[in-house]
């Protein structure tokens, strides 16, 4: 005893051992009337067989309950779909009480009222040596006066190989192209309208508010639609030297997509007091949580996505539009090999 | 004999005769009426994942009959007022009319949800139980290969149904989806644009490709692979725990007929009623409330459906590291979690009855199954490897965590990025120690514990406490058998 | 108290750098070294040379209601700027400032702010605070509302726009699913059940009142992007009001909404409710029947 303690997983064991030997001193004292008429002890060898044929008539009698019941709920959920209709909880508390009473009572029958029986089987074996030796000999038997067998396999090779070819390069035509993988419908000009159509006007562009922009003329539903667009003060605006015009009167546009995984970009966040709130201007993407700096051309600071966020560069039109001057310089959304990466 | 049972006696001859005299099947029907399986809970675990797919194929075709794979924008004027005048593609609104209009439509269409999701749990459950118990060694290691394949067809069925009801969630599902299978070396961008026609969200003819996958190709090879591995366990018999009187050269238990086949029909119905109850009690995927999907719209706490839970782990889980040349990007960031991740754990998983044949040197036939205590070194690796996969999977759902107890995310992200390579080494060496632990005490963790206790009185003594009904042996005493000394030899 | 207790854990946490020995275990095991890493956090870009920015960041100030609108009037009364004069005095001005100036660093002026962030502050317990640097969440708040309404009172007197309000009675809750949608669901969840956004915990929405929406979404509380009326209108800030008071009792029409969240939950429920069932019935089926066994044989 005294060595056992110095081993900690000793000390664990037998804690558990206490654990379970309370709990199955408590089921030995219940069982106990039984245990002991309980046969004799066991040999190491023991014959398991045994059929009990329990002949119960209560358990005959909760078995038929039980299918009456299934009986009733069955019904009841053909009155409720006539009547309620679209009642799912009832619908499914009907159906879901029908089968549970009809498998209690497969279940009780099974176990209480037919016969119960130990058998065994034996398991015979799988590999028999003759007869495994017996069908090589008639595979190799049907190759028999066929001289030239190296030449008729390669060339049943050849044909198999051509065939499979064949059949599989119509996959090919499933998918276009990547002709236009780098294309937006982002280009010099094009217009940025809010979700309902209408043309987002410079001045209207707040500081502190994010707007979702879609391409005037473009079709909304591509992955490549969707900007996003902030005001932001000077105080936040470090953008690389190439894109100091890109964002007229402080405001920038982004692609909505996050370049990790292609969910939209929805998170933005604006601090009322930046120094307690801890925090500068950012986009966060709610799926694996990329999150980037809109006024340092969409730097990444925290995440798994492996580049910036894409910028548009921005003008204002004299009417006051916001307008794409430019298309994107890098691909937008999910990246692939070899991928359009900004500069930086 | 009563007059009505010698009636039933003799049609149920007449019967028998009927179908001898054209197909002479007696001796099969005899051999599988007597077919005997072992009482063990765990042997069912399979059944409760095969009689979830029965009640899958079931709701499926009545979903079949609602849905509209079209992707045409329509505006919605239906009795749901929170979407009147909303624009939604046909195949959103097909399910949004099943889910609010059709009478019982919401029922199947949860219970179907609800299927699935315990499908694949009942199949990872089955999966640890075959592996912890060593079940997939000779002679079932192929049946073993084949249930790894339909775990993976399972996921990828699920997530295609899931996919199916372009809603807000499924529709950031597919393009993560889209941007996983982008990101593979090489051959990505070609290979998204095959599956989805074209660029996200694809063209016309991704939904009706989608929706071919999940309701015909997926469905007809699951019921292939699971027709050969029933056949399979038939033809070589249940494996079994040892005990009084089992051999590997028996199986010992209740025969088919009748006892089996009324509780393997009662559980059967148990699994429809369970899931007919969570599908009428229980909201999964009320997709009326996420809305329809455009790719410039998102929310917050997206998540899939559990079983892709893994991997959306791995994806937050992995720094921002996109091995690039200059501008060139070699491999971007969602390979990692989304393509690596689930490659190298089924690859570990089709790997192991080799590694272990390999480690071990026992190429021998068993029938007979471990319990994992007995192999401290199996049942330590498959823990550790265990927890490394269930702490990714947790780590997907950090999100969530940070709402509901308020713990920093980035924190969570940072402590998680060391603790999923520290975490398992801890599990490996607990769950040794805890295998040893039990194999000297001879308690049983789940079950009646067997051994005897004793302790010391203060007179020096040995009193016995307490002293389990029967000890059962640990096997290793019993040699295991193949049929023949060739067969040991061979593989 | 509760605030007090997890202040340590709702502190908003400042972005770590990368710590660099974590990034070279995941390198070496992933067998990748040698390969250039994109630019990790904190190795950002430099500003462009000579356009020095401004040496402090201004404030977000809360947009006004836009001209027309309908806006929240607050009682105001000699008596109630004077009490309200006092509770400032006690509660707010060791940040704030005694002359609502605020405190460099610490916290913002209140001048002109107006009534709406006022109530919008103390009506959800938001303020005071405990440490100036935390983050303000909902609490109960500590101020009755004739207190709340003596301390508006004092405040306005120094100017500042009305507070805007929102009547969900006029709201068209198809309009408000959908703005909610583009606007507030990336924060909030689709069913305002709140959720995540890097440094600062996003509230749920079920406890708001209607008035709180229309505030909240015009000031932009703590680092919340603020809606000016251009961008929502009244009619569609009404819609959104009472969409966000429908989500406190959403159409569960399929049963228990189990938060509302989606998957996790749902996943939670395929396994310790679903799976764990059929595990008990499996165990019931699967196990010798002992009441009706003379002998119990697979011990």
């Known amino acids: ?344 | 004999m009563s007059l009505v049972q010698r009636y039933l006696h003799r049609r149920l001859e007449r019967l028998i005769r009927w179908n001898e005299q054209r197909y002479g099947a007696a001796r099969g029907i005899k051999s599988v009426m007597r077919y005997v399986f072992p009482d063990h809970w765990s042997f069912l675990l399979g059944e409760i994942a095969l009689y979830s797919f029965v009640v899958l194929v079931v709701t499926g075709i009545y979903l079949t009959l609602y849905y509209v794979p079209g992707d045409s924008q329509v505006i919605y004027h239906g009795p749901y007022t929170l979407l009147q005048g909303e624009q939604m593609s046909e195949a959103y609104r097909s399910v949004l009319n099943l889910s609010v209009s059709v009478p019982a439509g919401l029922l199947f269409r949860q219970v179907h949800h609800w299927a699935a999701d315990v499908f694949i749990a009942a199949i990872v459950l089955h999966l640890v139980r075959i592996f912890f118990t060593g079940a997939y060694r000779k002679p079932r290691d192929v049946n073993y290969y084949i249930g790894l394949i339909m775990l993976m067809l399972a996921i990828l069925e699920g997530f295609a149904g899931y996919s199916l009801g372009d809603d807000l969630l499924s529709g950031m599902g597919l393009a993560i989806a889209y941007s996983v299978s982008m990101s593979i070396p090489l051959i990505g961008a070609q290979l998204a644009y095959l599956v989805w026609g074209g660029p996200f969200p694809g063209s016309s003819s991704f939904l009706p490709r989608l929706e071919i996958i999940h309701v015909l190709l997926i469905p007809l090879a699951l019921i292939g692979l699971i027709t050969i591995h029933l056949v399979t366990v038939m033809r070589q018999h249940h494996s079994q725990f040892p005990g009084p009187g089992r051999r590997e050269r028996n199986v010992v238990g209740t025969p088919l007929w009748p006892a089996y086949a009324l509780r393997s029909v009662g559980l059967l119905l148990a699994v429809a009623a369970v899931l007919f109850l969570l599908g009428g009690l229980i909201q999964i995927n009320p997709i009326w409330q996420w809305g329809p999907y455009h790719p410039y719209l998102s929310e917050n706490g997206a998540q899939p459906d559990w079983y892709i839970g893994w991997l959306i782990g791995a994806l937050r889980l992995m720094p921002n590291f996109e091995p690039a040349v200059g501008n060139h990007t070699i491999i971007p960031n969602p390979f990692w979690g989304g393509v690596l991740f689930p490659t190298v754990v089924f690859a570990v998983l089709f790997a192991w009855p080799w590694l272990e044949r390999k480690l071990t040197g026992d190429r021998r036939r068993h029938d007979l199954l471990d319990r994992p205590r007995d192999r401290p070194a199996r049942t330590a690796i498959g823990a550790a490897f265990l927890s490394w996969v269930v702490i990714i999977f947790a780590v997907g759902s950090t999100d969530r965590l940070f709402v509901g107890l308020h713990i920093s995310y980035s924190g969570q992200i940072h402590v998680w990025r060391v603790g999923v390579w520290v975490l398992p080494i801890i599990v490996f060496f607990a769950t040794r120690a805890a295998c040893r632990a039990l194999q000297r005490s001879g308690a049983h963790p789940l079950r009646d514990w067997q051994g005897t206790v004793v302790r010391r009185s203060a007179a020096g003594q040995l009193d016995v406490v307490a002293r389990s009904p029967e000890r059962i042996e640990a096997p290793p005493t019993e040699e295991p058998v193949g049929t023949s000394p060739a067969e040991h030899e061979r593989r | 108290m509760r605030r007090h207790a997890t202040r340590w854990l709702t502190r908003p946490s400042r972005i770590p750098r990368t710590p660099q020995w974590m990034l070279a275990i995941l390198l070496g095991a992933l067998s990748l070294t040698g390969i250039a890493a994109p630019p990790s956090a904190g190795q950002g870009q430099q500003p462009a040379a000579g356009a020095g920015p401004p040496a402090t960041a201004p404030e977000k100030l809360p947009q006004p209601p836009g001209p027309g609108d309908p806006t929240a009037t607050f009682p105001s009364s000699p008596t109630l700027v004077a009490q309200g004069y006092n509770l400032y005095q006690a509660g707010c001005s060791s940040c704030h400032g005694i002359g609502l100036q605020g405190t460099p660093g610490v916290a913002p002026s209140l001048r002109g702010v107006g009534s709406g962030p006022v109530d919008f502050y103390l009506s959800t317990g938001r303020m005071p605070l405990a440490q100036p640097r935390e983050e303000p969440v909902r609490s109960p708040p500590l101020y009755t509302r004739a207190q709340i309404d003596a301390l508006i009172a004092y405040v306005s007197t120094f100017g500042g726009p009305a507070a805007p309000t929102a009547d969900p009675a006029r709201g068209d809750l198809a309009l408000g699913l959908h703005g909610f949608t583009l606007n507030c669901a990336g924060c909030h969840q689709i069913v305002g059940r709140g959720g995540l956004t890097l440094g600062a915990v996003v509230p749920d929405l079920q406890q708001a009142t209607a008035q709180q929406v229309a505030e909240a979404v015009r000031l932009g509380p703590y680092v919340m992007p603020n809606f000016d009326a251009k961008q929502l209108n009244q009619h569609q800030l009404d819609s959104i009001a009472a969409y966000v008071l429908w989500t406190r009792h959403p159409d569960d029409a399929g049963g228990w909404g189990i938060s509302n969240i989606g998957p996790i939950p749902e996943g939670i429920a395929a396994w310790f409710i679903g799976l764990a069932a059929l595990v008990i019935v499996a165990r019931l089926i699967g196990e010798r029947n002992e009441g009706a066994q003379p002998t119990e044989a697979s011990r």
Not at chain 1, 143 to 152: D, F, H, K, Y
């Open chain 1, 1 to 344: 005893m005294s060595e056992d303690e110095r081993k900690p997983s000793r000390g664990v064991g037998r804690a558990l051992a206490l654990a379970v030997a309370a709990r199955t001193a408590w089921r030995a004292r219940r069982d106990r009337p039984r245990r002991e008429t309980a046969a004799p002890p066991r040999e190491p060898d023991v014959d398991p067989r045994e059929r009990t044929v329990p002949s119960n008539r209560r358990a005959e009698t909760i078995v038929a309950a039980l299918l009456l019941l299934a009986a009733l709920f069955g019904f009841g959920f053909t009155a409720v779909y006539i009547v309620l209709q679209t009642n799912t909880q009832l619908l499914g508390l009907a159906l879901g009480g029908a089968l549970a009473a009809l498998a209690a009572a497969a279940i009780v029958a099974g176990k209480l009222v037919v016969p119960q029986e130990t058998s065994v089987e034996e398991r015979g074996p799988l590999l028999v040596e003759e007869q495994a030796a017996e069908v090589a000999g008639m595979l190799e038997r049907g190759g028999e006066g066929i001289s030239r067998r190296a030449l008729l396999t390669g060339a049943g090779g050849v044909a198999g190989a051509a065939l499979i070819t064949a059949a599989l390069s119509p996959v090919a035509s499933l998918g276009p192209r990547l002709e236009h993988i780098h294309d937006t419908p982002w280009h010099a000009g094009v217009r940025l309208l809010d979700d309902e159509g209408r043309p987002y006007v410079a001045q209207n562009i707040e500081i502190g508010s994010f707007y979702t922009a879609l391409p005037e003329g473009g079709d909304p539903g591509r992955l490549g639609a969707g900007l996003l667009v902030v005001r932001l003060p000077p105080y936040y605006i470090h953008l690389p030297a190439a894109r100091r015009d890109w964002a007229p009167d402080g405001i920038l546009a982004y692609s909505k997509v996050c370049p990790h995984a292609a969910c939209a970009i929805s998170l933005y966040r604006y601090p009322t007091y930046q120094r307690t709130s801890n925090a500068q201007p950012a986009f966060t993407c709610p799926c694996h949580y990329s999150t980037f700096l809109p006024g340092e051309g969409g730097r990444l600071i925290f995440g798994p996505a492996g580049r910036s966020l894409p910028q548009l560069p921005l003008l204002i039109d004299p009417q006051g539009y916001l307008r794409a001057a430019g298309p994107f310089l890098e691909d937008i959304g999910p990246s692939w090999w070899n991928v359009r990466r900004s500069e930086s």
